[in-house]
């Protein structure tokens, strides 16, 4: 049987909420899953959402099931209805009546919520979206609930707190003459931003965080919140003109370095990471991140694992090592550097990081006890002399920037991210791009120019910080925290996988880890997957020519429509290589900077359906190519 366009694309035939377009006047919304999205005025984005939202108690998502949808368009605007339930983990339901009305001056969205019995829950109301882009660094009000006017900024660099609390409303310019006031009642809303996980967008939501989560609702007992939008004219109106179908490059030439490509190995994929060790070598990695974990019952056979992979492939060996920090630092780390010793696993380098540091620790809660990091950094250089020591956190951006490593006795600072984190639809994972960029740039505000490494970072949670553990994905859906991903294995991996290392690369990370080899992280196909089982993912080929690109001299490339396309080119031997990625499931135009005697290879549906097999370079005369869905190509020109 023929697989479907989905499961090339997306690794699952499983579909997403259908959008529906809503225009009243200028302002228009997409109605999606009951909530609102891409909410524009004049074309210009002016909130990103507007969503009623239930978390159960490790802050997944309860997904809601929506019945009596009705939408009625009049000439004065759209009224729309329908009730949800969320049910959580435990089988609790909460039932919301729900209604938005739309008009050419604004919008209301209301919810009224009922739990049929207590139901535990780390929130429960509206998320508000503004955008990143154009709107980092710019002015804000903000209305606090006693009615003052505090006039800001939202944040440039990552804000690791709230920016704003107690907040009852927030205005910002959207276009020349146009302020737009979101107003939000029912509760104490606070915003925090979302850039620290990768989200695009800063989010004001209901319910402080300071207090205690989770919480109950009380069976019976109806709460009602509400979210007003409207728009304030104070001079004339241009509308925003829409972006040209046809994307341009430009580039530039002797911008730094790229990073060599780092895979990560776990001690509970061994017997399969040994099968396929010669891939490391195929893939040009040169660096293992091995994952070590006391608490996880990792030892002396971890160790010995890792000196067979490091052995057969010649790749230098970073330890993740997570300090348990139970007894006297010397002891723990005694017996890990004898254990190394006695394995014979030669280290490049080790990472450690208390374990209680895998964990967040949300606004207004305790920091678990733990030794100072200057403590834990003097234990390992004693038990790991002459050995480069890295830091920083081995869950995302988020915990670093909350708890700012001392980077002084540190050879590179690291991090990982995690594009599901509060959503996994596609359009919202694509959208992390626009995040990520600032991460770095925080990054670079916070430490400087230490070395600096990033990952393993994959569309999948391997770990999750905000709840006991990541959820379980046996079904291949698009789940919050899942420890699996079906669009891992597919064109959008390879997509992603491109531009996380496009949108990077102005940081200049050395090490750049984005896969693991086995498992759900990992390169090879599984049974039912896009590529045969047993053959390379097609995120492989893209971290093979991202590996390739490791020596040479990186170009800088712009496209004009960075929410579609991303890339990145170096300059090696003579030969200049440009990567490019499509974001987006539609084809797209991209012009290119130079044309004649090129090579270009794309991985797209075409290929998959033709078995996914070595991709192979032709010739290329044109002035532009057009990528399919979610396709990456490979540009050389001698």
Same mark, same amino acid.
């Not at 080119?569 to 900077?593: F, I, W």
């Given at each position: $049987? ?94 919301? #009546? ?13 919810? #009224? ?9 780390? #929130? ?113 109106? %241009? ?99 004898? $254990? ?89 994972? $694509? ?29 999948? $949670? #391997? ?168 396709? %990456? ?6």
């Amino acid at each position: $049987m023929m697989p479907s366009r989905a499961f090339l694309l997306f690794g699952t035939d499983e579909r997403e909420p259908e959008a529906r377009r809503i225009e009243v006047g200028r302002l228009s919304a997409d109605l999606v899953g009951g909530n609102l999205r891409k909410i524009r005025f004049a074309g210009r984005e002016v909130l990103r959402a507007i969503s009623f939202l239930v978390r159960d108690r490790d802050w997944g998502t309860c997904e809601a099931q929506i019945e009596g949808l009705n939408v009625e368009e009049g000439a004065s605007g759209t009224r729309i209805r329908y009730t949800a339930r969320f049910k959580a983990p435990d089988g609790a339901a909460l039932d919301c #009546r729900a209604a938005i009305e739309l008009g050419p001056d604004g919008l209301l969205f209301d919810a #009224r919520f009922t739990p049929k019995r207590d139901f535990e829950t780390a #929130r429960a109301g509206f998320a508000v979206l503004h955008p990143i882009v154009g709107l980092a660094g710019r002015p804000v009000e903000v209305e606090h609930s006693d009615g003052s006017i505090e006039k800001s900024v939202f944040p440039d660099l990552i804000e690791p707190w709230q920016p704003f609390k107690d907040i009852a409303a927030i205005t910002h310019e959207v276009l020349p003459g146009v302020k737009a006031e979101c107003r939000m009642i029912g509760d104490v809303f606070e915003m925090e931003d979302q850039r620290n996980w990768t989200d695009g967008s800063y989010k004001t939501y209901v319910r402080p965080l300071a207090l205690p989560w989770p919480y109950v609702l009380e069976a019976g007992e109806t709460v009602r919140q509400s979210v007003r939008l409207t728009f304030r004219e104070t001079g004339a109106i %241009v509308k925003e003109a829409e972006a040209p179908a046809e994307i341009s490059l430009s580039v530039r030439r002797d911008a730094g370095s790229l990073p060599a490509i780092g895979i990560g190995l776990r001690p509970d994929a061994a017997g399969e990471d040994l099968r396929n060790v010669r891939l490391l070598t195929r893939l040009g990695a040169r660096h293992l991140i091995c994952h070590f974990d006391p608490d996880a019952g990792h030892g002396a056979a971890a160790l010995s694992h890792f000196r067979h992979m490091a052995e057969a492939s010649a790749c230098a060996v970073t330890l993740e090592y997570f300090v348990p920090c139970k007894r006297a630092l010397a002891d723990e780390f005694g017996e890990i550097a004898d $254990m190394v010793r006695k394995s014979g696993l030669e280290l490049a380098s080790i990472a450690v990081s208390p374990s209680v540091d895998r964990q967040s620790t949300p606004p207004g809660s305790a920091w678990p006890e733990c030794p100072p990091l200057e403590e834990v950094y003097a234990a390992a250089q004693v038990a790991f002399p002459g050995v480069p020591l890295g830091g920083g956190m081995f869950s995302y951006f988020t915990e670093l920037n909350r708890k700012r490593v001392p980077a002084e006795r540190l050879a590179y600072v690291s991090h990982c991210t995690n594009p599901i984190v509060h959503a996994a639809d596609d359009l919202s994972v $694509m959208q992390t791009f626009e995040a990520l960029g600032d991460v770095t740039r925080s990054v670079r505000a916070i430490f400087g120019r230490k070395p600096y490494r990033i990952g393993p970072s994959t569309i999948a $949670m #391997r770990q999750n910080p905000y709840g006991s553990a990541t959820k379980d994905n046996a079904f291949g859906k698009r789940i919050a925290m899942a420890n699996r991903d079906p669009r891992h294995n597919a064109l959008f991996g390879a997509a992603w996988t491109l531009a996380y290392a496009a949108t990077v690369a102005g940081a200049e990370p050395e090490v750049l880890t984005l896969s693991t080899l086995a498992g759900p992280f990992g390169l090879l196909a599984g049974a039912g997957e896009p590529a045969e089982a047993g053959r390379p993912r097609p995120l492989f080929h893209v971290l093979r020519w991202l590996a390739q690109l490791s020596d040479g001299e990186r170009i800088a490339v712009d496209t004009s429509a960075p929410d579609r396309v991303l890339g990145l080119g170096a300059a090696v031997g003579g030969t200049t290589t440009l990567l490019l990625a499509n974001l987006t499931p539609d084809l797209q135009t991209v012009t290119l900077p130079e044309s004649g005697g090129q090579r270009l290879t794309v991985l797209d549906e075409a290929w998959l359906r033709e078995g996914a097999k070595e991709p192979e370079a032709r010739a290329h005369a044109g002035a532009s190519i057009v990528l399919s869905g979610y396709a %990456v190509a490979r540009i050389v020109t001698a």
